[in-house]
T-cell receptor
Framework: QKEVEQNSGPLSVPEGAIASLNCTYSDRGSQSFFWYRQYSGKSPELIMSIYSNGDKEDGRFTAQLNKASQYVSLLIRDSQPSDSATYLCAVNIATSGTYKYIFGTGTRLKVLA | NAGVTQTPKFQVLKTGQSMTLQCAQDMNHNSMYWYRQDPGMGLRLIYYSASEGTTDKGEVPNGYNVSRLNKREFSLRLESAAPSQTSVYFC???????????????FGPGTRLTVL
């Protein structure tokens, strides 16, 4: 079983709709959870981090974490064509005095104008 | 404040050639990482350095070596390049040791390497 799993997509949503991206992870020792956005040909850019169970909102983005179910999600409200990108879910695990980051393979989001 | 910088941006090598990818960060971060990203494979950790003077293997270390030159710089060396090493390479850094469990990783712009 992969340590961090995401549906590769593409997930297509119309402009103005809510996009829902999901991620599951296998290591219960994971401490922190991240969503990165990656445009084609660019490096990953941090959108949201979440550390506690529940919801965390930042503008149009809401991250949701359920540690019991080992599930983290990202909601994008009022989706815009500029949100079209690949979204990477990541978790970190403490190891040898630092943290190792495990990434999912990403979900490609297409927002249709 | 440039964040994480990488050189070169693009490189083409012939099989068997060697090269070093350079990475530097100006955020005073303790930990640095090298990843490769291939289509459909996501980001895979090659090597990481928890702090100055230490390095450890990640998921795919074969064919690579690293040097943590000082706190700012972390280089990745390909001694004898192979076509299977054609990829996009990202360097990243994180503060670590913040005692809060809220460490966050930041990425450089990447190096696109082609091995013929």
């Amino acid at each position: 079983q992969k340590e961090v799993e995401q549906n590769s997509g593409p997930l297509s949503v119309p402009e103005g709709a809510i996009a829902s991206l999901n991620c599951t992870y296998s290591d219960r020792g994971s401490q922190s959870f991240f969503w990165y956005r990656q445009y084609s040909g660019k490096s990953p850019e941090l959108i949201m981090s979440i550390y506690s169970n529940g919801d965390k909102e930042d503008g149009r983005f809401t991250a949701q974490l359920n540690k019991a179910s080992q599930y983290v999600s990202l909601l994008i409200r009022d989706s815009q064509p500029s949100d079209s990108a690949t979204y990477l879910c990541a978790v970190n695990i403490a190891t040898s005095g630092t943290y190792k980051y495990i990434f999912g393979t990403g979900t490609r989001l297409k927002v249709l104008a | 404040n440039a964040g994480v910088t990488q050189t070169p941006k693009f490189q083409v090598l012939k099989t068997g050639q060697s090269m070093t990818l350079q990475c530097a960060q100006d955020m005073n971060h303790n930990s640095m990482y090298w990843y490769r990203q291939d289509p459909g494979m996501g980001l895979r950790l090659i090597y990481y350095s928890a702090s100055e003077g230490t390095t450890d293997k990640g998921e795919v270390p074969n064919g690579y070596n690293v040097s943590r030159l000082n706190k700012r710089e972390f280089s990745l060396r390909l001694e004898s390049a192979a076509p299977s090493q054609t990829s996009v390479y990202f360097c990243a850094s994180s503060e670590a040791h913040n005692g809060l469990g809220t460490d966050t990783q930041y990425f450089g712009p990447g190096t696109r390497l082609t091995v013929l």
